[in-house]
């Protein structure tokens, strides 16, 4: 059995759906950011980072969305979930899970989370009035890349739901969406799938 500790409306949410998609058994454990859940010594000792998803297994604690999406993915081969039988195409959905948690993510915390990067409230405030923008490129450099109905193509994988993840904030992190018609298209074909809404549904349940 594997257990995902999870908030609602965070980058979580990715490897939930992934764990439905590979017909895993799993359970969920919620955390409550307004309550400060993440910073308790119960889920500290958990994950030291004081942050989600964390995925507990039969070998230990994952962390790490990247991480996460390819374990789910390599433990469940039969649903093909990343094409490990090519490993340029492997090595390309990790590069764009990669950049969706070090560059997009980034850039959209800069509208609540400043202060990890600074102490001084012009500073943070600056960072908030460069979220639009900043978010925006960052999904443009998505946008010129995406050229079928899924990250990979033709084939959905790990990709899909964490990009759909993110995408979910564009609107609230005041993206120029008109700049985004490709992603927005699939944020809308991956709303419309069963695990996805099931995902949705249990995270709020």
């Known amino acids: 059995m594997l257990t995902l500790y999870y908030a609602p409306n965070t980058a979580s949410l990715a490897t939930h759906i992934a764990l439905i998609d590979a017909g895993a058994d799993y359970e969920l454990k919620r955390l409550s950011f307004a309550s ?86 012009e500073a943070i405030a600056a960072m908030q009035r460069k979220v639009p923008q900043s978010v925006t490129q960052g999904f443009e450099l998505i946008e010129r890349e995406l050229d079928g109905p899924w990250v990979l193509g033709e084939r959905y994988s790990i990709c899909d739901p964490y990009l759909f993840t993110l995408a979910q904030w564009l609107e609230a992190d005041g993206a120029d969406t008109t700049r985004l018609p490709r992603v927005l298209a699939h944020r809308a074909r991956c709303a419309a799938l069963p695990n996805v809404k099931r995902a949705i549904a249990e995270e709020f349940a």
């Open 36 to 121: 400060e859940d993440q910073r308790q010594p119960a889920y500290t000792a958990i994950n030291p980072k004081a942050r989600v998803p964390a995925l507990v297994t039969e070998d230990g604690v994952l962390t790490e969305t990247p991480a996460l999406l390819a374990y789910v993915a390599q433990r469940f081969p039969a649903t093909k979930l990343a094409p490990f039988d090519d490993p340029f195409a492997f090595a390309r959905a990790q590069a764009f899970n990669s950049y969706l948690c070090s560059s997009v993510h980034v850039a959209h915390a800069h509208r609540m989370r400043g202060y990890r990067w600074a102490d001084e409230a």
